[in-house]
Structure formats: structure tokens, C-alpha cells
């Protein structure tokens, strides 16, 4: 690669190109009017110095191939286009097991209640000093989880809870109103954390490659300003952001994070790492551009996994020596990159699963309630991922083989 093709790699990742027809405007970087670049004859021509002299392959030249040389969209269908003409490949698609498919929806309930009384009968019962009787701890984050699975409002789920109670997966039948204490427990969301990653551990030997992404769920509730420019009242609804890594096979969450709006993506892929780590391998993790900084490629890198987060376009690869790898490996080596980084689209999915299944709003009011039960919507999906994998991969799911009991609840 001699250095006119490398200052037009990195000219393609850093500047941006426009197409008018069969030509190409390349920005000049001395800050001249921009380059006009021709790639439909059969000798490609460029109006800069270097070519009309010289008559060689430019940087603009090298810079417009690279940027049209091979084009993947979001849905995975790659577009290669050459001088001569533009061919579309066929779009990578996966057979679904239909059989398995249909008897994992089917009973997908109730191996949901089966799976979700195994996950808590690991939670431990805080001790109590005084006061009157309180109902199981365990029993009432299974009915918790159950109202979210359900969709229904608290009220309509007592059905669904005498059922349960009948069938013995509860001792005693709590009132609706003690679920809307759970979820206004503050001291509920780490146990629901807790829960979700060891509702993912039965995947552990599955998944190796995970995504890291967020997204929001709104709520019931109301921001209201006044706008000054335009004279009128504004209004838009209160909603939460959820952080989540997940596994690119079955897409089942390993960690999770509910914070506010106004949160940042970056700060949270260490934290989530670490809580993946306790119990899966990492080989490869992806994520878009709001994850990249120093910090974060260096925990995936300490963690013994390969990093696939894009570098924005300000990037100049400058920085430690990890850094500097990474980000030549991402200029020179884009179409491998691209390969593995692709899988980050699965992050995308996961939310798409939760909230077609489960709603991308939030019932409840109040901001802990509201952080509750988006963890546990999370939940519910772990629990269906998993009753797909009974039937598609042939597992057995066993919960706390590796830690006898969930995390206690302070009383």
C-alpha cells in the first residue's frame, strides 16, 4: 500500500464524500474548493494538482473507491459497486426452526412460571423484627414479574395469580397492592439486576460475542415548559433509559442498567462488562460510536475480548498504544471490521423483542416504580429466551448452581 492510498483511506474515514451522478466531490483538506473525482471511464480522473501533473492515482481517487467499494445497510444487504456497474448481493438470511418455533410459543407460559419460581427461590427472605407477617419476598418479585409478563394491570392479574396459587407456585395470594409496594422498593432493583444475569447463566456456554446499546421507555407521565420563542405550551412525556449487554445468538440480556434521560451510553459499558464477566466468556463486543473512548476499549481488551466500536470521524488515532491499534486496524482493515461489527444490529432486536412483547411504556408513576418494572420486563424476556433455547437448543435450565442464594433484601 503505497502512502497515496493510505492518506486516501484515511481521507474516506474522515471526510465526508458526496455523489452527484458519475462524479465525486472530495473535500480538499488544505481547505481549497473541493476535488471533482470521475470513476465511470475506464482511467478514473480527478481535477486536483497531483493527478493533472502527474497523471496518477490520486488520494481523492483512492478516497472515492474505497468509500463506494462495498456499502452494507442496516438490514444486512451489502451493495458492491464498481465502475462498470452496481450489483447487489443477496441478502444473508437464516432458516428458522418452525417446529420448535411453534412449540416454544405455545408453551411458552408456562415454562415462563416454572422458570421464573426457579429463579426465585433463590432470593433470600430479610429477617424481620417486628410488626405483623410479611408475605415471601421470593413470592412477591414472582408476582411482580408476572404482572409485567402478563401486561395486564395489577387488579386483572389476580387471575393469573389464583391460578399459580392453586397449581402451588404460591403459598399465599398477595393483595394487588402489595405489587405496587414491590416495585416502589428502592431496594428491589439490585435483586432484579441480580436476577437477570442469572437468568442469562444458563446460556453461558452458548454465548461468547455480546452487544452493548440502549434505549427508552416512556411513561404515563408529563414534562410541561413554556416556550418562549414560539409562545405556546410544550409537553412531552417523562420517560427512562435502559442500558443493556446482550448475547448475538439467542440475544438473551447478561447485564442491565435503568438510568435517566440524560444519561450517557459510554460510562456504562465497564460496569456492564464486569457484571457479564461473573459469568460468561468474552470474546468480542460491538457497539456503536457513543461507546468509544480509551477507558472502555481497554476494560474489553483486560476482560480477554476484541473490541468492535467505530471511531467517530473527528478521530486523528492518536492516543495510548491500544488506541492506536485498534484504530488502524478499524481504517485499514474496515471490511473485516464491518464483519464482526455488524453484530451489534442483534442489540437493536433485543429491544425490538422486549418492548413488541412487553410495551415501550411504563405503567407506573413513580421514578423507582418505573425502574423496577422496566427490569423486569428485561426479565421476562430472558425467561422467553430462554424457553426458545429449551426447544431449539436442547437445554436444561438450572438457576444458582453456582451461588446458593440471590442477594438479600434489606428488611
Not at 428458522?96 to 408453551?107: F, G, I, M, S, V
Request: hydrophobic letters at 35%.
Amino acid at each position: 500500500m503505497d502512502a497515496r492510498e493510505q492518506r486516501g483511506i484515511q481521507l474516506a474515514s474522515t471526510a465526508k464524500l458526496t455523489q452527484k451522478g458519475n462524479l465525486w466531490i472530495v473535500p480538499s483538506q488544505s481547505g481549497e474548493d473541493p476535488y471533482r473525482v470521475e470513476l465511470a471511464k475506464d482511467t478514473p480522473s480527478c481535477t486536483c494538482p497531483d493527478h493533472s501533473v502527474r497523471a496518477v492515482k490520486c488520494k481523492h481517487i483512492w478516497a472515492a473507491e474505497y468509500t463506494i467499494r462495498r456499502e452494507t445497510a442496516p438490514d444486512g444487504t451489502t451493495t458492491v459497486v464498481t465502475t462498470a456497474r452496481v450489483t447487489k448481493e443477496k441478502r444473508m438470511t437464516y432458516r428458522q426452526d418452525w417446529p420448535a418455533y411453534n412449540l416454544a410459543q405455545t408453551h411458552e407460559k408456562e415454562h415462563v412460571v416454572e422458570l421464573l419460581h426457579g429463579l426465585c427461590e433463590g432470593i433470600v427472605q430479610p429477617k424481620q423484627l417486628k410488626g405483623r407477617p410479611r408475605l415471601p419476598l421470593a413470592e412477591l418479585v414472582f408476582a411482580a414479574a408476572l404482572k409485567v409478563y402478563g401486561t395486564l394491570s395489577a387488579r386483572r392479574t389476580m387471575c393469573d395469580l389464583r391460578d399459580c396459587q392453586a397449581k402451588g407456585w404460591l403459598t399465599r395470594l398477595p393483595c394487588y397492592n402489595s405489587i405496587f409496594n414491590v416495585f416502589e422498593d428502592e431496594a428491589l432493583t439490585p435483586l432484579l439486576k441480580t436476577l437477570i444475569e442469572e437468568s442469562a447463566a444458563p446460556l453461558k456456554a452458548i454465548e461468547a460475542n455480546f452487544t452493548v446499546d440502549s434505549s427508552g421507555f416512556s411513561s404515563s407521565r408529563f414534562d410541561r415548559w413554556f416556550d418562549e420563542k414560539y409562545g405556546k405550551l410544550r409537553s412531552e412525556h417523562q420517560w427512562i433509559k435502559a442500558h443493556l449487554m446482550s448475547g448475538v445468538k439467542t440475544n438473551i440480556v447478561t447485564s442491565a442498567e435503568v438510568t435517566g434521560p440524560d444519561s450517557n451510553d459510554s460510562p456504562h459499558l465497564p460496569p456492564l462488562l464486569a457484571a457479564t464477566t461473573n459469568r460468561f466468556t468474552v470474546e468480542e463486543l460491538s457497539g456503536d460510536k457513543g461507546y468509544i473512548s480509551a477507558k472502555n476499549l481497554e476494560a474489553v481488551v483486560n476482560a480477554g475480548g476484541i473490541p468492535y466500536i467505530p471511531f467517530k470521524i473527528n478521530t486523528t488515532g492518536e492516543g495510548p498504544e491500544l488506541w492506536r491499534k485498534l484504530y488502524h486496524y478499524f481504517l485499514y482493515r474496515r471490511e473485516e471490521f464491518l464483519q464482526h461489527y455488524h453484530q451489534r444490529s442483534n442489540a437493536e432486536t433485543v429491544f425490538s423483542m422486549i418492548k413488541a412483547k412487553f410495551g415501550d411504556s411504563l405503567r407506573s408513576r413513580m421514578r423507582t416504580a418505573q425502574i423496577n418494572e422496566a427490569l423486569c420486563k428485561v426479565l421476562c424476556h430472558n425467561l422467553c429466551c430462554l424457553v426458545s433455547a429449551i426447544y431449539e437448543l436442547g437445554i436444561e435450565p438450572t438457576f444458582w448452581a453456582e451461588a446458593a442464594v440471590a442477594q438479600e433484601v434489606a428488611g
